[in-house]
């Protein structure tokens, strides 16, 4: 059960963050604007949003199993849409309808993680399926890659599953040919969860829905909605930085976005990944604040230079936003939790509303505003959002402070 819960969170990562590297082809494609193209994420995670609270209330009425399989049908409904008909328009309903699908998803399988592996392994285990989550994030951009140079120079030696989908994706749209690897994907996913036996799940008080008397409590806190808003900048940070690096790699430097500009925004999603164990072992040392005022710092020198350092700087700058940027949701969201006394279930609701809006969002106002005045005009705009997660570690007053190792202290030799 370990195992599935771990491939679910790949193969929800796997939909979730191939948009950056697509983002050229769809603009070229479908010849639409910035703005256009970056409300397909709107879609995609205005749907998080709006699910990642009705979702806890489903998986409390019909279980896991039941849910899960619904998610990933959604999963598989739009994919395949797509992949049947690669229009822009039909692609709005088809993110949103992943979007909605992935949402429920992840709230169903973290309850599931903590009672499958054991309450005692579920922290060890929670920072494995953020490994699983990071690789698979890493993966996508070059399947991506794959697909579209062997689908563009098609050859008789390809192998079987290249000539299917040559003859199943359109000549012009070699890159919507991974959208069959997403409805295949989800589909096995079906078919695996339909005999699994899943173990019974009593949820505690962090992953309950909650009560609306609750959420009413909550809303009237200044503190929720300071961090409602850091959520949402931070999501905005991410996914803006990963959404649009590939064309501003191509627009500004030149670099092929189905090699190059792919393969950084994988490599953005590689060193948030291996970020993270670094992150654990400063936190062992530093207060959590600290650590994200200065993993906010570095990224925001990273992000000056990707958009205003030569070609191979900002190359490099663009992926190294990825390591700072790698600590800066565990620690908002310990922060936010440790800063409210109750209805932690809840509360994590809300924070999943603001992941939502903030990865919709962002990339929408970049876009728009790139419309007008230039991309790297539009991506000015991440300093606003990071400059909101830099501001937490200055005005966070957390109930319980992370604990650390008191470096201070030495171990007295006695005397010979």
């Not at 005999?195 to 962090?206: G, I």
């Not at 903030?358 to 991309?375: C, K, N, S």
């Amino acid at each position: 059960m370990v195992v599935l819960v771990m491939i679910t969170f790949f193969v929800i990562s796997l939909l979730t963050n191939i948009l950056g590297p697509i983002v050229p082809d769809i603009i070229s494609s479908f010849q639409v604007s910035l703005s256009a193209a970056a409300f397909l994420a709107f879609a995609f995670f205005i749907a998080y949003g709006v699910m990642s609270i009705p979702a806890g209330f489903l998986v409390e009425r019909w279980s896991e199993k039941p849910v899960m399989i619904l998610a990933l049908f959604a999963g598989t409904l739009g994919s395949l849409s797509f992949a049947l008909v690669p229009q822009y328009r039909v692609a709005i309903a088809s993110y949103f309808v992943i979007g909605a699908g992935m949402a429920v998803l992840q709230v169903a399988i973290n309850p599931l993680l903590r009672v499958s592996g054991g309450e005692e392994h579920y922290a060890f285990n929670s920072a494995l399926a953020q490994f699983v989550f990071g690789s698979a994030s890493f993966l996508s951009p070059w399947i991506y890659s794959y697909l579209v140079l062997n689908l563009s120079h098609p050859s008789p030696l390809q192998n079987l599953f290249l000539r299917s989908l040559a003859r199943l994706t359109p000549a012009g749209l070699p890159w919507a040919s991974i959208y069959w690897i997403f409805a295949l994907s989800t589909l096995g996913m079906i078919a695996v969860l339909v005999v699994a036996r899943f173990p019974k799940v009593k949820h505690t008080a962090e992953e309950s829905a909650g009560s609306l008397g609750m959420y009413r409590s909550l809303v009237q806190k200044p503190v929720v909605w300071m961090y409602f808003l850091a959520m949402l900048a931070y999501v905005g940070c991410e996914q803006g930085t990963a959404d649009w690096m590939s064309k501003f790699l191509s627009q500004y430097h030149g670099f092929d976005p189905h090699t190059t500009g792919a393969q950084a925004v994988a490599w953005f999603w590689g060193l948030m990944t291996a970020g993270c164990a670094i992150g654990m072992l400063l936190l062992k040392i530093f207060d959590s604040r600290k650590v994200l005022i200065g993993t906010s710092v570095g990224a925001l020198i990273c992000l000056s230079a990707a958009l205003f350092g030569p070609a191979n700087i900002s190359l490099i700058a663009f992926k190294a936003i990825g390591l700072f940027a790698s600590v800066m949701w565990p620690i908002v969201i310990s922060l936010a939790l440790n800063s409210v006394a109750e209805y932690h279930g809840s509360f994590a609701g809300i924070l999943g509303t603001g992941m939502g809006i903030g990865g919709g969002l962002v990339p929408v106002i970049i876009g728009r505003i790139g419309d007008r005045t230039g991309l790297r005009s539009g991506m000015l705009f991440l300093y606003a959002t990071f400059g909101i997660v830099l501001s937490v570690g200055f005005w966070a007053k957390p109930l319980v402070a992370n604990a650390t190792i008191d470096l201070k202290k030495t171990t007295a030799v006695p005397a010979v």
